[in-house]
């Protein structure tokens, strides 16, 4: 493999999918180089690529020696070689593959996507060479990086007849690439898919077309037969029309006579499917319904679920595939977790409390106490990027505290943000001290402001992510402080109020 030959792009980001990106330019040669005081780039080692017959959303295992770890940079796999397809056309592929680091041994990718080809719907063999690169920064340059190549390995991949997607996204927003692998909770989903390696349905040749889900985790609805004479419904389903499938593992099967291409999306088309488990609508059992509505269902609240579908094309002839499609389901706000840290942001001025105690002749032991008690309450402030935000559809503004529990925004900070912080509970502790004969005492207390800060995510019906603010728990803590002195009033051993 030329090591400066130039390198194409693979990059499934055009339709929304996992494959990472592929470097462009040179790529230096093989070298292994000390990075820093205890760090090694080491040269990696190839051992195998599995399996060699990929269907598309199948995971690649990687295994070989020596790999970089993902903490320290990066590793790619890199092919030279030619793809043949099913009608005997040949096609020259130079690319890398950004693979995840598992450990030393092991990394993977996700196969979205016939990238060998120019059209990428053609099933066919590539064979060439592959190697190893791992790359880490350059200590001495921070805009560069250091390469460690492995030797070349010839290896082959065989493209079974797969399923592909052509639609996973919201429904509800036109924007939306057509694949994107994640979006909102009860957005309506366009689901859409090709058999390839298949050839095409036609009326002689019919498909059968099976989808099972499952339920709450995706949201369907069915409609009884011949309900509606238009579609699709303005407004919300009637109950003696329709209902909302029960919890558990549901499957609907419809046939195509024509292409190779299917759609599923009840925004648009009213499509007929036979059921199973049957289904009861007012007082009649249906095997045979009108898909009503397939929406994401609701997320795990600030955070996240996951709608996992099971597609099937069946041809009358006996063939078949099958495909796994998981889609992420978010909250459209997440908040993140606290991360620990505590910030003094101010320290007022220190003040007494009590009265001046005389330590008298023989002096005398003085215990901290105050004659009112000070209570603050927590609270919370949202700082926007509204760049961020703005790149995102999300309109600065919006009260993030609207849209997300206290009980949400309590576990990110780890306390009950609704809190009241009183001096009589925070001093947990007798705090005295032993007064000197001729000597005055005086109890001082201190008022500290505190921040905790987590970030802000909002998620797209897209299912594109972005910190667009950072949340802030202002937190109030007491020092306290029993002082003597020759004097009256002694001075407190507290520090002087500052701004941080």
């Not at 096609?91 to 450990?103: S, T």
């Not at 957005?187 to 059968?208: K, R, V």
Request: aromatic fraction near 8%; proline fraction near 5%.
């Amino acid at each position: 493999m030329d090591r400066n030959a130039s390198i194409l792009v693979v990059a499934l980001s055009t339709i929304g999918m996992g494959l990472p990106a592929l470097c462009m330019g040179a790529c230096g040669p093989a070298a292994t180089e000390e990075m820093e005081e205890g760090f090694t780039l080491l040269r990696p080692k190839l051992d195998s690529v599995a399996p060699n017959a990929l269907t598309l959303g199948e995971t690649v295992t990687v295994v070989g020696t020596d790999f970089i770890d993902a903490q320290d940079g990066t590793m790619a796999l890199l092919l030279d070689g030619t793809y043949t397809d099913s009608e005997g056309a040949a096609h020259d592929f130079i690319g890398e593959i950004q693979l995840d680091v598992k450990n030393s041994s092991i990394a993977e990718f996700t196969f979205e996507e016939i990238f060998f080809h120019p059209t990428r719907d053609k099933i066919g063999t590539w064979r060439g060479s592959a190697a190893l690169v791992s790359r880490a920064p350059n200590s001495d340059d921070i805009t560069g990086e250091d390469e460690s190549w492995s030797t070349d390995k010839d290896i082959s991949l065989r493209i079974e007849p797969s399923i592909m997607l052509s639609r996973l996204r919201s429904a509800d927003d036109s924007s939306c690439s057509a694949v994107t692998f994640a979006t909102n909770s009860n957005n309506n989903i366009e689901l859409g898919f090709n058999a390839i390696g298949f050839g095409e349905a036609s009326p002689e040749q019919p498909w059968t077309v099976r989808m099972s889900f499952v339920s709450p985790d995706v949201a369907v609805r069915y409609v009884v037969p011949d309900a509606f004479d238009f579609w699709p419904i303005n407004g919300p389903l009637d109950d003696n029309v329709s209902t909302l499938v029960g919890e558990g593992i549901h499957r609907v099967e419809f046939e195509i006579d024509s292409g190779d291409n299917v759609i599923i999306d009840p925004t648009r088309t009213a499509r007929r499917v036979k059921v199973s488990p049957p289904v009861t609508i007012g007082q009649e059992q249906y095997t045979e319904v009108v898909l009503g509505t397939l929406l994401a269902g609701e997320a795990v609240d600030g955070g996240k679920s996951t709608a996992n579908f099971v597609v099937e094309v069946i041809t009358n002839d006996g063939r078949s595939l099958r495909r796994l499609v998981t889609m992420d389901v978010w909250s459209e706000i997440e908040i993140g977790v606290w991360n620990g840290s505590e910030q003094i942001a101010e320290r007022y001025e220190a003040h007494a409390v009590s009265g001046c105690i005389p330590g008298g002749q023989i002096g005398r032991q003085l215990t901290y106490s105050e004659g009112e008690t000070e209570t603050r309450t927590r609270s919370i402030d949202v700082k926007w990027n509204a760049e961020v935000s703005s790149g995102l559809g999300f309109s600065v503004g919006i009260d993030a505290l609207g849209v997300t529990s206290e009980q949400n925004w309590s576990q990110s900070f780890g306390v009950d943000v609704t809190e009241g912080i009183s001096s009589s509970t925070s001093m947990q502790q007798n705090i005295s001290a032993q007064l000197l004969p001729g000597y005055f005492g005086m109890s001082y207390r201190q008022l500290e402001r505190l921040e905790r800060k987590v970030e802000v995510i909002y998620h797209n019906a897209c299912g594109e992510s972005g910190t667009v603010g950072e949340a802030q728990l202002t937190n109030w803590n007491f020092a306290f402080d029993v002082a003597q002195g020759g004097a009256c009033p002694p001075p407190t051993n507290l520090p002087p109020s500052e701004i941080f």
